[in-house]
């Protein structure tokens, strides 16, 4: 049988290898015997040619702790580089984890995913020598991304590397059986998870909410919804208010009850849209509707195609003469956009020039089809 090359290879480098074992156990350990994932496990003290295997030296400029070696990381490196072959051939993205990183996000573990190659570099001690990124950077030619797995301390990159490689695995095709269970968790779309429930139907004498039960799959849905707004309001009312602009509106995600409503506002602000067309677009993309005192007063619309985030013209009430709403709702439209998003594309190629003014400050530059504006990578 032709053997099937993996669909991701880690490579993870560090001194502690064995702290690196729970990646056998499991689906990820199954997805490796498959052939799914191809994981190499590396011992950093291979790389150093001293007696004591030393990988750590004091800091210059004094301080406390002791920082990790920069010859032993470059020839690590160079090592797991070399295994592709001659210099010119694939590299892999360098994932550094640190609490100083861009925070690890469920975005950021889809954007892993796509990664053909990943390597790991698990700091100890105070961390590693800066020369070593530069190394990976200007010798190797790496992406290199430091990446916190949260405001907190732990004493080395290992927990972190099991963390985000799990989180990344999991969306690889061929890890989890049921791609499904995928598409509904906390943060896929910027929400947590709805209440879960399985039997017995009563159990200590509590029940089961009863639309769970009524086979009425529009109602569950609905109820689902509600159940994840409501819990994402209370646990990270930082997801529904992703963006800190000085706008005094409520934002939120719409709901398919929201529809009628939002094609009032769009028809009044002069937006081509139906009740069929709003259903398709709630279905593929998202929406963001700003109330004020519960009035609804402005909307926005995004649709991702490729790397590119295709953004509605803000829709604002015909009486509510707002550019910083305006403004404030293209921040949450597109702050909150995936982090595969390279681009954006406003369709609003005859704005206003209060308009225009409003997107020239979001830095959006005038293109034949509206404006566009580049979202800058990461790392
Ligand atoms: N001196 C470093 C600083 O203040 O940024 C902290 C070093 S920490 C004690 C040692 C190692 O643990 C780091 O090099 C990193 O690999 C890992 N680490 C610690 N906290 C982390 C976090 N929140 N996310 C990811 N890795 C972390």
């Known amino acids: 049988m032709p053997v099937m090359p993996a669909a991701q290879r880690i490579d993870v480098v560090s001194i502690f290898p064995d702290y690196l074992a729970p990646l056998g156990l499991s689906l990820i350990g199954k997805a490796r015997q498959d052939g799914v994932l191809d994981i190499r496990v590396h011992d950093l003290r291979d790389f150093t040619h001293d007696r004591h295997r030393t990988v750590d030296d004091t800091p210059y400029g004094g301080g406390a702790g002791m920082v990790m070696k920069p010859q032993p990381w470059a020839e690590a490196l160079d090592h797991v580089v070399s295994e592709a072959g001659p210099m010119t051939g694939p590299r892999p993205r360098l994932v550094v984890p640190g609490p100083g990183g861009i925070p690890f996000t469920q975005a950021l573990a ?19 020598d800066e020369r070593v990124y530069e190394h990976a950077r200007e010798d190797l030619g790496l992406d290199v991304t430091v990446v916190s797995l949260g405001d907190y301390v732990l004493n080395g990159g290992e927990v972190a590397v099991l963390a985000i490689v799990e989180a990344v695995a999991r969306l690889i ?16 779309d910027g929400l947590l998870e709805y209440p879960i429930y399985t039997k017995p139907r009563v159990w200590q004498g509590r029940e089961v909410p009863a639309v769970l039960l009524s086979g009425d799959h529009a109602a569950i849905a609905a109820w689902r919804h509600e159940q994840r707004l409501a819990r994402t309001a209370a646990r990270r009312p930082d997801l529904l208010h992703p963006s800190l602009g000085g706008a005094d509106a409520e934002v939120t995600t719409a709901t398919p009850g929201d529809l009628p409503e939002l094609l ?8 081509v849209a139906t009740m069929d067309t709003l259903r398709a677009d709630l279905a593929t993309g998202r929406m963001w509707l700003a109330r004020r005192s519960g009035r609804l007063v402005g909307a926005i619309r995004t649709q991702a195609a490729g790397d590119t985030l295709h953004v509605t013209a803000p829709a604002l009430a015909p009486d509510v003469e707002d550019e910083e709403l305006a403004r404030h709702l293209l921040d949450v439209a597109t702050g909150t956009a995936l982090s595969d998003i390279r681009s954006l594309l406003l369709a609003d190629p005859t704005a206003s020039t209060a308009r225009a003014r409003t997107y020239k400050k979001a830095g959006y530059r005038p293109v034949p089809a509206g404006w566009s504006r580049q979202v800058p990578r990461h790392g």
Do not use: D, K, M
């Not at 095709?173 to 896929?188: D, F, Q, R």
């Not at 009032?264 to 937006?271: H, I, N, V």
């Open 110 to 128: 889809g954007e892993l995913a796509r990664e053909p190659w990943l390597a790991f570099a698990c700091g100890r001690y105070e961390g590693i």
């Open 173 to 188: 095709p061929g890890v989890i059986g049921n791609a499904e269970s995928l598409v509904e968790e906390s943060h896929e």
């Open 264 to 271: 009032t506002l769009l028809l009044a602000a002069g937006q």
